[in-house]
């Protein structure tokens, strides 16, 4: 029994309340938004249902062994304590006007024909997402800053109550009717109760702050860079740095989070450019200390030049590169990636031709044949540019990879949607240059779909393509380049009596390898949560 098909009988939990729509929703279809209203004479009143499952188990619960409802009901008391952490900070935080009011909450047992769990309701003020309003709209630097100021008083806050959000993005950041902002969605917040430091890397990657997503220690300054973060994409189009379109891909993302400076958001004033990148610098302790001294900064936009002890960092000049040479280049700055980069035609850094135009003299005498020679040269290297590009670089590939809760069938929709599709590994070197990838974005301990799969009635996993049918060798046969990647026991078929007919490439004590799985296999795995996601292939 699946979320929708509870939410009918959750009408009367709440009295008068009926649900109108769906709103969205999450982790693998565990949670829901819905919009619901409730009659007052010639008006309604508008609010928001969010439905969260937070343990479910197959079967029927009456048929279960004594041992096995006791492990339930004790689990199921345990999640629920942890469920209810998320409404406890908002009842913290109740009379701050910058945060997504609660308004009530309760748990409901349910029983359906397959399947038994629990879910938790909370009733909410419905409100619009600025995710929502940028999709539909170009919001001005005064309307930036109407953001940046009510963000940073949500945060004043937040971190006076020793709460750090860590997942600060538009789409937990919403808009009330008379236009002022509210921060939402603290489901992954954490309390720091005995120490000023979090260890976790949970959060939206594409918004993180880099020592967020190495798993090092971090403090509230994670969220003033993701604040920062989400003006910046305000202020530059709706694009983040380095992004061609308003997706972000993953080498993208590594140049941020490997310290290439910002570029200035293009639409930026100069004084509010300053300001964005300074919460976004790569170094904690060159970011404002506070969320009062950012919200003071925004405050001084408009006003006069904000000050900056050093000069804002050049835009660089984005180039065809390649996209293991410039992760490489970013992460060591490897003179030998460099030259290997030059060789073949392709820049490494956008700075260097910068650098060249500023030390340029005007052409004069021997300065105007030592231009002609300069312009020759930059042809004959961008021939063979070229050259490589055509026959060196014909099978290139891109990867994304997203930390998302998903069934497999939603992974492979939503890549599709990308302009992608789940990865098809054909290789020894491809999988290697995917693992030195997720080695220097730091992933451990997560799960990823790829696109392999097999039928329920076969016993042979394959490759599928665009078209969703099997394609090349099996890849379960014991004698393929493949066979050393499996987990040991697996392929296994079924887990419990669940068939796994969806392939996965997972990190278990620090070793990747090849897994079989369920579709749905949070439902199994709950403890995945936050560490489930999936594997996007962009073919150039």
């Keep these: 029994m699946s979320i929708d098909s509870r939410i009918r009988s959750y009408e009367s939990v709440f009295q008068d309340w009926k649900v109108k729509e769906y709103l969205g929703g999450g982790s693998g279809g565990q949670t829901g938004v819905y919009r619901i209203v409730r009659p007052h004479g010639s008006w309604e009143e508008v609010g928001a249902l969010k439905v969260i499952t937070i343990v479910e188990a197959k079967g029927k619960f009456q048929e279960q062994s004594e041992s096995f409802q006791h492990d339930y009901l004790r689990h199921r008391e345990q999640l629920r304590a942890k469920a209810e952490q998320e409404v406890q900070l908002m009842y913290r935080l109740r009379d701050c006007a910058q945060v997504v009011n609660y308004q009530d909450y309760t748990f409901i047992n349910w029983q359906g024909e397959n399947n038994f769990g629990c879910d938790m309701l909370i009733r909410m003020e419905y409100l619009t997402s600025l995710e929502t309003i940028l999709m539909r709209q170009t919001v001005h630097e005064a309307g930036i800053l109407r953001v940046g100021r009510d963000m940073t008083e949500a945060l004043i806050r937040c971190h006076q109550e020793g709460i750090i959000h860590r997942d600060i993005k538009p789409a937990n950041i919403f808009m009330t009717p008379n236009g002022n902002y509210k921060l939402g969605d603290f489901g992954i917040a954490r309390i720091l109760d005995d120490t000023q430091f979090a260890y976790t890397s949970i959060g939206t990657r594409a918004y993180a702050a880099p020592e967020q997503t190495r798993q090092e220690t971090y403090d509230h300054r994670v969220d003033i860079y993701s604040l920062g973060l989400t003006l910046y994409e305000m202020s530059n189009l709706g694009k983040l740095p380095y992004a061609e379109s308003g997706y972000v891909r993953h080498d993208e993302v590594l140049r941020r989070l490997t310290g290439d400076p910002l570029p200035a958001p293009s639409q930026a004033s100069p004084a509010l450019a300053?300001?964005?990148?300074?919460?976004?610098?790569?170094?904690?302790?060159?970011?404002?200390?506070?969320?009062?001294?950012?919200?003071?900064?925004?405050?001084?936009?408009?006003?006069?030049?904000?000050?900056?002890?050093?000069?804002?960092?050049?835009?660089?000049?984005?180039?065809?590169?390649?996209?293991?040479?410039?992760?490489?280049?970013?992460?060591?700055?490897?003179?030998?990636?460099?030259?290997?980069?030059?060789?073949?035609?392709?820049?490494?850094?956008?700075?260097?031709?910068?650098?060249?135009?500023?030390?340029?003299?005007?052409?004069?005498?021997?300065?105007?044949?030592?231009?002609?020679?300069?312009?020759?040269?930059?042809?004959?290297?961008?021939?063979?540019?070229?050259?490589?590009?055509?026959?060196?670089?014909?099978?290139?590939?891109?990867?994304?990879?997203?930390?998302?809760?998903?069934?497999?069938?939603?992974?492979?929709?939503?890549?599709?949607?990308?302009?992608?599709?789940?990865?098809?590994?054909?290789?020894?070197?491809?999988?290697?240059?995917?693992?030195?990838?997720?080695?220097?974005?730091?992933?451990?301990?997560?799960?990823?779909?790829?696109?392999?799969?097999?039928?329920?009635?076969?016993?042979?996993?394959?490759?599928?393509?665009?078209?969703?049918?099997?394609?090349?060798?099996?890849?379960?046969?014991?004698?393929?380049?493949?066979?050393?990647?499996?987990?040991?026991?697996?392929?296994?078929?079924?887990?419990?009596?669940?068939?796994?007919?969806?392939?996965?490439?997972?990190?278990?004590?620090?070793?990747?390898?090849?897994?079989?799985?369920?579709?749905?296999?949070?439902?199994?795995?709950?403890?995945?949560?936050?560490?489930?996601?999936?594997?996007?292939?962009?073919?150039?």
Excluded at 451 to 465: H, M, P, Q, S
Excluded at 476 to 494: Q, V
Excluded at 506 to 534: F, I, P
């Design 274 to 540: 300053n300001v964005i990148l300074k919460a976004c610098s790569f170094l904690p302790e060159d970011r404002y200390p506070d969320a009062r001294a950012f919200q003071r900064a925004l405050e001084m936009v408009g006003q006069k030049e904000i000050p900056r002890k050093d000069n804002p960092p050049e835009q660089k000049t984005e180039g065809t590169e390649d996209p293991y040479a410039t992760a490489l280049a970013m992460a060591g700055k490897s003179e030998a990636m460099k030259e290997k980069a030059a060789a073949s035609g392709k820049e490494v850094s956008g700075n260097n031709q910068a650098e060249q135009q500023k030390k340029a003299k005007p052409a004069s005498g021997k300065g105007r044949l030592g231009v002609l020679y300069a312009l020759l040269a930059i042809a004959l290297i961008g021939l063979g540019g070229a050259v490589a590009l055509l026959f060196g670089n014909q099978d290139s590939q891109n990867y994304a990879y997203h930390i998302e809760d998903c069934t497999w069938e939603e992974a492979a929709q939503r890549a599709q949607n990308m302009g992608g599709k789940l990865v098809t590994i054909d290789s020894k070197k491809e999988m290697k240059a995917i693992l030195k990838e997720l080695d220097d974005l730091g992933y451990q301990d997560i799960v990823f779909f790829v696109g392999g799969k097999r039928a329920l009635d076969e016993t042979d996993y394959f490759w599928i393509n665009e078209f969703q049918e099997p394609e090349g060798e099996p890849l379960n046969g014991r004698d393929d380049w493949m066979a050393d990647l499996w987990s040991e026991g697996e392929p296994s078929l079924e887990y419990k009596g669940n068939q796994e007919p969806c392939l996965t490439l997972e990190c278990k004590e620090g070793k990747w390898g090849m897994n079989d799985v369920s579709n749905e296999l949070l439902v199994q795995a709950a403890r995945l949560t936050g560490s489930m996601g999936y594997i996007v292939e962009f073919e150039e």
